[in-house]
């Protein structure tokens, strides 16, 4: 294993609840609607527009485009300022401590988000100086649970996605991974992420040398 290839929201940092209370208030705005806690699953990883696609479908409510690009934009200015308080506090347990143990093994490290939001978190974060690279998600086709941040990402470190694993905790991601061949670690849920090679059940089980070892196994 040469690279490792980083989801940010939710494996990083404990942004989604940010996230999703950003789409509560934009929904209770427009249209005085809730969200149920179980919507949060579909938005999870996906780009800002499925996201809310998928919310608009949930509701059954149909909007115009230009009304659909004023929601994405306010839902972020939304998110952005709920952000303002982010601070390295925000890391989640075990990730400075894993990220030590790559670095210690010369394990090149890239950023395989789906926000356009992943420089200014890692700053905010203090871990921008810590990733060799970081896929842009507005440059590649298709989004989680397409393959290509992924493989962007293990090409921004010069490496194949084959010898590298990518860390996840959406379905979506999970999916994305495999299907670019790099190996699948995932956080969270068994049944949720049953298709992940290796699963945690929070970022604080994560650990090198089962993930090496995971990794060693399918190659
Ligand atoms: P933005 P990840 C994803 O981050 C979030 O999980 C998802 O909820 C969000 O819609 C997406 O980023 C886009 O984020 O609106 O900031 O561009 O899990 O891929 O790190
Ligand atoms: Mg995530």
Sequence with gaps: MKGVLFDLDGVIADTSVYHFQAWRKLIKDHFNRELPDELEVQTKGVSRADSLTAILNY??????????????????????ELLNGLTPNNILPGISNLISQFKQHDIKLALASASLNGPFILEKLQLLDTFDAIADPSKVAAGKPAPDIF?????????????????????????AINRSSALSVGVGDRDELSEAKLLFPDTSFLDYEKIEQAWEKIN
Excluded: H, W, Y
Excluded at 59 to 80: C, G, P, W, Y
């Design 59 to 80: 509701l059954d409510i149909k909007v115009s485009d230009e009304d659909f690009n004023q929601m994405t934009a306010e839902k972020n200015k939304v998110f952005r």
């Design 151 to 175: 493989n962007a990402a293990a090409e921004a470190i010069n490496l194949a996605p084959q010898d590298c694993a990518g860390i996840e905790d959406s379905v979506a991601g999970i999916t």
